[in-house]
């Protein structure tokens, strides 16, 4: 494509305004000498350049580029004058002693302005490629990062639960048998129902309010919880637990300390938008801290909905609110 584009360009300026013949003749030169530019060109390019160039031998590159410049300039005229000046217009043929210094140098400038744009081409097909490639790179590092995440969030939850149990049967025995129940159905949804990549929103829904239930049992009177799911759910699809790090990081914390906390979540449905709120506070100060989880939760969001989606977090000394929009 750019030798083509280089013949046909060239042949255009060279004979614009100058007739039919003229035209033909440029083609035929720019065809016939075609094999020197490229000869010229590919070694420069692919020989020269890498061995000299990038190993730091400038003055071995300056001296190939001279001894190049002078035996393809020579060619060139030889080429030129001998095959299609003189056989297809006299008036264009070089004089006997064509052979000196400044035709030399001429013929040589203009094969290396050919070198230039070769290489300036070269060089960012290569810039584009390696960039390509990187995003390419990145892109599968993060589906297998999501990947990995996905298939540890299940054995994850499972232990987690069942060390709050043990927990549980330590101090309040009476309500381990509720809270037996209340596990198993909720890990039955979520390893049975809740193992594709994409869920419907209801069963998000479901999962997220039997989470909640489990450990408002847990907790008794120290966590207070509020549901709310408004509009209509069965159009959509979410990646499983998206709250889930954000609400698990909460939940923690009022394992951690005696104080009563307040949690509400809102899960909100309209025409090509979807609304999830979770709102924890309590009347003494907290504080939580980011983990793991929830950047991938953040990474989650971007491979799912890139540039359809907003994340607000709102912090005070007692209060916390979190707040996803995803736009369809």
Not at 31 to 53: C, D, G
Not at 101 to 106: A, C, P, T, Y
Not at 269 to 291: M, Q
Request: with cysteine.
């Amino acid at each position: 494509m750019f030798w083509t584009t280089w013949i046909v360009s060239f042949t255009i300026v060279q004979s614009i305004s100058n007739g039919f013949e003229q035209c033909i003749m440029w083609l035929v030169y720019y065809i016939i000498t075609l094999p020197v530019f490229i000869i010229h060109t590919y070694l420069i390019a692919y020989w020269l350049v890498p061995r000299t160039f990038f190993n730091g031998q400038y003055w071995y590159l300056a001296g190939g580029i001279l001894l190049f410049l002078v035996f393809f300039s020579f060619l060139e005229l030889v080429i030129s004058n001998e095959l299609v000046f003189r056989r297809m217009d006299s008036g264009m043929q070089f004089k006997s002693d064509y052979f000196n210094l400044q035709n030399i140098i001429i013929s040589g400038v203009g094969n290396h302005y050919i070198i230039l744009v070769f290489l300036a081409i070269k060089a960012g097909r290569s810039w584009y490629s390696a960039q390509n490639l990187k995003e390419e790179l990145l892109q599968t590092k993060m589906e297998t990062d999501l990947e990995i995440y996905r298939y540890q969030l299940q054995p994850k939850l499972i232990y987690t639960l069942v060390d709050e149990l043990e927990q549980l049967t330590g101090h309040e025995s009476d309500r381990v048998p509720e809270m037996i129940v209340k596990i198993s159905n909720f890990l039955n949804r979520l390893l049975y129902e809740g193992k594709e990549e994409m869920i419907p929103l209801e069963l998000e829904a479901k999962l997220i309010e039997e989470y909640l239930d489990i450990h408002k049992h847990a907790l008794a009177g120290r966590l207070t919880s509020n549901f709310i799911v408004n509009g209509l759910l069965k159009s959509y699809v979410v990646p499983p637990l998206l709250l889930l790090p954000f609400i698990n990081s909460a939940i923690k914390l009022v394992y951690e300390c005696n104080n009563s906390f307040e949690s509400t979540v809102l899960i909100k449905a309209e025409r090509k938008y979807i609304l999830f709120t979770f709102t924890f506070w309590s009347e003494k100060e907290f504080r939580l801290k980011d983990d793991e989880n929830i950047n991938i939760t953040k990474k989650r969001l971007n491979y799912s909905y890139p540039d359809k989606h907003r994340l607000i977090e709102n912090v005070d000394e007692n209060f916390r609110e979190v707040s996803l929009e995803i736009f369809y």
